[in-house]
């Protein structure tokens, strides 16, 4: 079983950006493809980007596209989601997952998930 913590989370004006985190441990995290999903109120989670194992693939919503960037370091065993321009509407809780199988935009295709950070966005 793989446990996934967030960090990183936090209130930023509009136009503003943060940096989530996702460090792993008890499995071999280099070998499994990574999600940030999102929810904010009363709405359904969301994908927001994926990456393939090596970081070399990765894969991202409309809505975030070339503002936000998922990277990660298999030494470290940390997944980050760097994020720009944030907007009123990124206000969500933000997670992270982690695959065996494909990388996937649907939250079924993940077998684990953090607990979740907090991202507000002011305007």
């Known amino acids: 079983q793989v446990q996934l913590v967030e960090s990183g989370g936090g209130s930023v004006q509009a136009g503003g950006s943060l940096r989530l985190s996702c460090a792993a441990s008890?499995?071999?995290?280099?070998?499994?493809?990574m999600g940030w999903f999102r929810q904010a109120p009363g709405k359904e989670r969301e994908f927001v980007a994926a990456s393939g194992w090596s970081g070399g693939y990765t894969r991202y919503a409309d809505s975030v596209k070339g503002r936000f960037t998922i990277s990660r370091d298999n030494a470290k065993n940390t997944v980050y989601l760097q994020m720009n321009s944030l907007k009123p509407e990124d206000t969500a809780v933000y997670y992270c997952?982690?695959?065996?199988?494909?990388?996937?935009?649907?939250?079924?295709?993940?077998?684990?998930w953090g607990q979740g950070t907090q991202v507000t966005v002011s305007s």
């Open positions: 008890g499995r071999t995290f280099s070998n499994n493809n």
């Open positions: 997952a982690l695959t065996s199988g494909l990388v996937t935009m649907d939250p079924a295709g993940f077998d684990s």
